[in-house]
Nanobody, 120 residues
Framework: QVQLVESGGGLVQPGGSLRLSCAAS????????MGWYRQAPEKQRESVAT???????NYAESVKGRFTISRDNAKNTVYLQMNSLKPEDTAVYIC??????????????WGQGTQVTVSS
């Protein structure tokens, strides 16, 4: 069974850094675009950053220059390096991937999410 598992969240002071990881596991034939989304209390889920299989990236305006998305295709893993964190970055960060399991068809998958709290 294919799943996405995030790690790396936690509590950090304003101005600090965190690195999130999301590993896709199971019998996977291929992975397309991977990305990170976030959802704060009483707010809609928003896209933070995405990266294609070729390495092209896209960022939300609010995180440009502070966050960096990357991936290791050999490990089926996507990362989000978050620097200069602000209280407004507090949210559950959720991994997403377009993924084709072996002997199946491509579909979109979501992880369970990891909490990031930025507070002094």
């Amino acid at each position: 069974q294919v799943q996405l598992v995030e790690s790396g969240g936690g509590l950090v002071q304003p101005g600090g850094s965190l690195r999130l990881s999301c590993a896709a596991s199971g019998r996977i034939a291929s992975i397309g675009t991977m990305g990170w989304y976030r959802q704060a209390p009483e707010k809609q889920r928003e896209s933070v950053a995405t990266i294609t299989s070729a390495g092209s990236t896209n960022y939300a305006e609010s995180v440009k220059g502070r966050f960096t998305i990357s991936r290791d295709n050999a490990k089926n893993t996507v990362y989000l390096q978050m620097n200069s964190l602000k209280p407004e970055d507090t949210a559950v960060y959720i991994c997403n991937a377009d993924l084709t399991p072996v002997a199946s068809y491509r579909r979109n998958y979501w992880g369970q999410g990891t909490q990031v709290t930025v507070s002094s």
